[in-house]
């Protein structure tokens, strides 16, 4: 069975960077789409990124200009490099994969799940 490990979550102030890690487990995940989802408190989980078989790369629109996806192929883990964080980007971070995705910003898209790891930006 698949699974995904997300780590680097925490507390940082507004404008301040962090980047988050998804490690692949179980399976080679070299030809996998992979996608960061983001999560506030009592809201839906939105899409914030993916990155396909190809390495074609989607990202929403609050965050072009200041998160970058990566994926190291060799390591079957992805990154997210979250830059000037603000108060509206803490919550829970999740890391999705599956072969294929239509959608790669819809969340139910998705099969193999991490279990999230929290970011808070406080100012």
């Known amino acids: 069975q698949p699974q995904l490990m997300e780590s680097g979550g925490d507390s940082v102030q507004a404008g301040g960077s962090l980047r988050l890690s998804c490690a692949a487990s179980?399976?080679?995940?070299?030809?996998?789409?992979m996608a960061w989802f983001h999560q506030a408190p009592g809201k839906e989980r939105e899409g914030v990124a993916a990155?396909?078989?190809?390495?074609?790369?989607d990202y929403a629109d609050s965050v072009k200009g200041r998160f970058t996806i990566s994926k190291d192929r060799a390591k079957n883990t992805a990154y997210l490099l979250m830059n000037n964080l603000t108060l509206e980007d803490t919550g829970m971070f999740y890391c999705?994969?599956?072969?294929?995705?239509?959608?790669?910003?819809?969340?139910?898209?998705?099969?193999?799940w991490g279990q999230g790891t929290q970011v808070t930006v406080v100012s």
């Open positions: 999705a994969s599956d072969s294929y995705a239509e959608d790669t910003l819809r969340a139910d898209e998705y099969n193999y």
């Open positions: 990155i396909d078989n190809d390495g074609v790369i």
């Open positions: 179980g399976t080679t995940f070299s030809t996998y789409v």
